[in-house]
């Protein structure tokens, strides 16, 4: 039985490579170091579809090292270790470390990234990753830390059309049929950037069409496909332009454009939880102090999804959807946290006043810890103007910076009562 298209053209070197200039074109990073013979541990950061695994194996082949292959989807603690060993055994000195390749690394957890963690930094191994989702929230930041990270694109409408015609005059099935490509807007539009993608839905028009002479049109591709084509490839670009899309339209305040996105997800075969996540993050992000409640109906949604399933489940993922993006926006806190992240990174770890600690030995009292607090709760209106901030940044040192919609706006004249000029803005 012949391979599929996708494995018979898949490029075996850099020249056939395509896409993803700005890593691998002429004087880009990665060229540089498989050019010089030497490559660092890293991880590829992509949508399906755009070259990962294939990447990695040109690589291998070029520097001639041996490549181990693991799957996150199948490979437990036991198989990092075997692999391990058998790198450390097979190894000479002086030579290239055996390159281990990791498809979907993000579904590793975190007892299987612990245990690459010492050959990585050895470099009995370098690692190569390969992930369709965001590392900083999937891979542990040890593991992070020790690899370069390098985001691969979607391909362009140029790149798929040039393997579209490779296919067509070079492989060893589809050059033995006389194919025109007289149509290509719903190949690419269906693709959605993903070569593999691409490939399997030429290879499926081709194949059923029983004649030695084929002529693609966007009228057969659709009609081949017969099935919702969105549906077609369920790992495709789902957690990448569209959630974006979905995720803008909230912050937007478009309700109409939300539910389109949300439907896209849904037809496409998107993970429910992973819509109400997004949810519940864009209440708390987008929404904020401008209505606090909708933090409270994303999180009711992700609850009612988890206890009554699929499809039913899209009904409150609609109602939290369309609340948010019918919602006042504020972003007052988000901006709060960054900000004071960014002002500890950069004061370091400044002592608390002696006033604000905790006096529970008479060794503590002695040295003054909670001497001169001043219970809120004893004063009118449970208020006392007092130090809160460290000593080195005391004074006008302000974070939160309100945005006066109208339920933050409540907020904000509290603190003008409380505090008068320090809240000025």
């Not at 959605?192 to 290879?203: T, V």
């Not at 004071?340 to 003054?368: D, E, F, I, W, Y």
Request: charged share 25%; hydrophobic share 40%.
């Amino acid at each position: 039985m012949s391979e599929p298209l996708a494995e018979r053209m898949r490029p075996r070197t850099l020249d056939d490579y395509v896409g993803q200039k700005h890593l691998v074109g002429e004087g880009a990073v990665l060229r540089k170091m498989i050019d010089a013979g030497r490559i660092s541990s890293f991880i590829l950061w992509g949508p399906p579809g755009v070259g990962k695994t294939t990447l990695a194996q040109i690589i291998a082949n070029k520097l001639e090292t041996p490549f181990y292959t693991l799957s996150a989807v199948t490979s437990g603690v036991k198989d990092v270790r075997d692999v391990i060993e058998r790198a450390k055994s097979g190894r000479f000195f002086n030579s290239a470390s055996p390159i281990l390749f990791i498809d979907e690394i993000h579904r590793f957890s975190k007892s299987q990234q612990d245990s690459l963690l010492g050959a990585v930094e050895r470099g009995v191994v370098t690692l190569i990753g390969a992930t369709t989702e965001n590392p900083s929230f999937e891979v542990i930041r040890p593991l992070l830390s020790r690899c370069q990270l390098y985001v691969l694109k979607p391909l362009e409408k140029d790149d798929l059309l040039d393997l579209v015609n490779r296919a067509i005059t070079s492989d060893v099935e589809l050059s033995k049929r006389n194919i025109q490509l007289k149509e290509s807007g719903a190949l690419l539009r269906y693709s959605g950037g993903d070569a593999r993608k691409l490939l399997n839905i030429l290879e499926l028009v081709v194949e059923a069409d029983g004649n030695d002479q084929v002529v693609i049109t966007d009228k057969i591709v659709e009609s081949r496909l017969q099935q919702n084509p969105l549906a077609y490839d369920k790992d495709g670009e789902m957690h990448y332009d569209i959630i974006s899309a979905f995720i803008k339209s909230i912050r937007g305040s478009d309700p109409d454009a939300t539910l389109y996105w949300m439907a896209r997800m849904i037809e496409g075969g998107e993970d429910p939880q992973f819509i109400a996540r997004r949810l519940v993050i864009s209440a708390a992000e987008d929404i904020g102090l401008a209505n606090p409640n909708a933090l409270l109906l994303a999180n009711a949604a992700f609850d009612a999804v988890m206890k009554i399933g699929w499809p039913e489940g899209r009904i409150p993922l609609a109602e939290a959807a369309v609340y948010l993006a019918t919602s006042p926006k504020s972003n007052s806190a988000y901006n709060g946290i960054n900000d004071a992240l960014s002002l500890v990174r950069s004061t370091g770890n400044q002592p608390v006043p002696l006033h604000l600690r905790n006096a529970s030995t008479k060794l503590m009292q002695s040295l003054g810890y909670h001497d001169g607090y001043k219970y809120a709760h004893d004063y009118p209106g449970h208020f006392v103007q007092q130090q809160y901030m460290p000593d080195a940044l005391n004074g006008n040192t302000r974070i939160w910076h309100a945005q006066h919609s109208p339920a933050e706006e409540k907020s904000y004249q509290q603190m003008l009562k409380l505090w008068g000029d320090r809240f000025k803005d």
